[in-house]
Each structure stands twice: as C-alpha cells, then as structure tokens.
C-alpha cells in the first residue's frame, strides 16, 4: 500500500547552483534507480557535473514500494503500474499520492524564497546499459512530472520528459480538457530506437498535449535506444537555461 501523502520525506541528493540561488530544477529519476544514482549516471554521460550558475537541482529518491511488473518486489518508483504498456488504466491512486508528496518539496522551495514559475520539473526516465531489471529503465519520471505539472502546479516554469510517454487514457488528458489558463511549456526527447518505450508513444504523447494547448518541443534522436545521450543533455540543458534564465539575462529581456 502506498504511503499516505504528508508522512513521506524524500531524500534529496543536491548540487548547488555557484552563484546566487534563484531558480530550482526538480530532476526525477527512473524506476528502480535513486537520485544519487540519476546525478551520478549524467555526470558519467557529460564527463562532469551538471551545473549551473543561478540554478539548484534537487534529486529525489522515490520511496521503496511494491511494484505489479515486478510480481510485487520492493522498488524505488514514483508510483504503481498495472503493466508497462500505454493502452491500460493508470493506478491513480499511487500517482496521487506522490503528487502530494513532490508538492511538498516544490512548497520548500517556495518557503526558500523561490516563486513557482522559477521552478522546473522534469525526470530521467532511462536506464544505463547494463541494468535489465525490468523495474528498471521506463518513462516512470516523465510521466510522474506531467502529473505532478499539469494536474497540479500549472504555474511551473516547464516540464522535461525524456523517452516518456503518457496512457491513452491519462487522467492529464482530462485535467487539460478542463483548463483555460497558460500552460507550462513541454520539453520532450525520444530515440528512434528506443525498443522499451516506443518512440511513437513518445510522439503520441506529445501530438495529445499539443492538441490541448501546451506549448511543446519533440526532438527525435536518431539511432538512440533506451538510454540518455550527451547530444540529448545538452539540448536539454539550453532549454533549461531559456525557462530559468540568470539575473542579468533576465534584466535584458
């Protein structure tokens, strides 16, 4: 059973930004990894640490749960699945909960001084080569942060989603359907070869959104599989920089 929202602290693995904190980069991991194990993974792709001058990026650890793909074993994911696949229910109850649980860590950051619309939310939703546990390596992240986004904290700067997909019947789709206000912009990769999340749930995914009014970027990677690529994070990390600009870019827009 899932933890009742308010009794979960997750724990943090952060890099502080060099300068003056005045944005914040909520980075989730994948199914089955640690936040430590998300930083240390991208530290190895980039051949250093990602940093940046104004920004702070906090790595939650999702809290140890049963999980159904994997017959009931103990694994670190955001929330519960029936089956990996993008033509079966959600288990909302389980999402639920963990949008109650990341909100208070966007609510820290708020209480620190930094406004929600200084705020990015998005995961890691692969896995590096190696691992084949199949609690491992899905778009588990990316779905938790358009939850978390565009159900909940409409007033975020953006969202990032990488080899991620949503159901069919996901319960964003219906919350969108019932908004009338600026959404946060979508920032979305997939590889071509991806065989575990099919690129074109990615581009499904992305096509529904669009439909309903977010504002979105889908950049295909061709020859990548289920994995993260150094050309993937550097796109992803001036896209970053575009939703959270520095003070002095901020002053000259």
Not at 29 to 51: A, C, F, P, Y
Request: charged share 20%; hydrophobic share 35%.
């Amino acid at each position: 059973m899932a933890a009742a929202s308010g009794s979960v602290r997750l724990q943090r693995c952060m890099v502080s930004p060099a300068g003056r904190h005045s944005a914040s980069l909520i980075f989730l991991h994948g199914s089955g990894d640690s936040g430590q194990g998300l930083r240390t993974w991208i530290k190895q792709v980039l051949n250093q640490e990602l940093t940046f001058q104004h920004i702070k990026i906090i790595y939650p650890t999702a809290p140890p749960r049963p999980y159904t793909p994997m017959k009931g074993g103990i694994s670190n994911v955001w929330f519960d699945r029936f089956k990996i696949s993008n033509d079966c229910p959600e288990h909302l109850e389980s999402i639920n909960v963990m949008c109650q649980v990341l909100t208070d860590l966007i609510d820290d950051e708020v209480k620190s001084g930094i406004k929600k619309n200084r705020i990015l939310v998005g995961p890691r939703n692969v896995t590096p080569h190696g691992a084949r546990s199949l609690a491992r390596g899905f778009s588990m992240g990316g779905c938790m942060a358009m939850h978390l986004a565009y159900r909940n904290h409409q007033d975020v700067a953006g969202v990032f989603a990488l080899s991620s997909f949503l159901n069919k019947t996901s319960a964003v789709y219906q919350a969108l359907q019932e908004s009338d206000g600026v959404l946060p912009e979508l920032f979305q990769c997939h590889g071509t070869a991806d065989e575990l999340v099919l690129h074109s749930w990615g581009e499904e995914t992305n096509s529904r959104l669009k439909s309903l009014g977010v504002s979105t970027k889908f950049l295909s990677f061709p020859g990548v599989y289920h994995e993260l690529s150094k050309a993937e994070l550097e796109k992803l990390k001036s896209w970053i920089l575009t939703k959270l600009p520095g003070e002095m870019e901020r002053q000259s827009e």
